[in-house]
């Protein structure tokens, strides 16, 4: 079986559109690898959350949250990828979502610099009164939405003026072994 071990950091966000982070608002990140069936996790999580941070400038947000994953596979076929979603914290400990993110994890080895947009679904006029008023924005049913291509046409989608750093290194092995050239 080939393998591939990822060894990383979600170093944070910058946060582009004022006025995302105001009255003492942190940002957390959940993330997650996703790949295809014939994927397994050898070892390491494969999905997690980071810590809530409060950036002091209000456009930079760090985490340095490690990324350590080993998986091994049969095929090249859903080569993995990271889906994240972020979550603003309000002054009394309450999550609202801000959007979501996907990246390819590159097939290439060695270290990489990923920086992952991220956007959300854009809802009715009445969803944009909620959100506006409520604080209450609309999300996916299902985050399976974001690494599958079956329903993701559909979405209509909004930037949320955030985009996640990710220092990534891929070593990949016993792939030529295996018949599979990337």
């Excluded at 014939?38 to 070892?43: K, L």
């Excluded at 980071?50 to 002091?56: G, I, N």
């Excluded at 998986?71 to 801000?98: C, N």
């Excluded at 009164?129 to 604080?135: I, P, T, V, Y």
Aim: with cysteine; glycine share 10%; hydrophobic share 40%.
């Amino acid at each position: 079986m080939a393998e591939l071990h990822l060894i990383g950091t979600l170093q944070g966000a910058q946060v582009r559109e004022a006025g995302q982070l105001t009255g003492g608002a942190g940002l957390a990140c959940r993330w997650t690898v996703v790949s295809g069936t014939q994927w397994n996790t050898v070892e390491g999580c494969s999905t997690a959350q980071t810590h809530v941070d409060l950036p002091a400038d209000g456009e930079w947000v760090v985490w340095s949250h490690p990324i350590d994953l080993h998986l091994a596979t049969r095929s090249v076929q859903g080569w993995p990828k990271l889906a994240v979603e972020l979550l603003r914290q309000d002054m009394f400990g309450r999550y609202q979502l801000i959007g979501y993110g996907i990246v390819s994890i590159p097939m290439t080895p060695g270290t990489h610099q990923l920086e992952c947009p991220t956007w959300r679904p854009h809802g009715s006029f009445m969803d944009s009164l909620k959100a506006h008023f409520l604080g209450i924005t609309p999300g996916l049913k299902s985050l399976e939405s974001l690494y599958t291509a079956a329903d993701r046409y559909k979405l209509t989608t909004a930037s949320t003026g955030c985009d996640v750093f990710v220092e990534l290194t891929v070593i990949p092995r016993g792939f030529s072994q295996h018949g599979m050239h990337l």
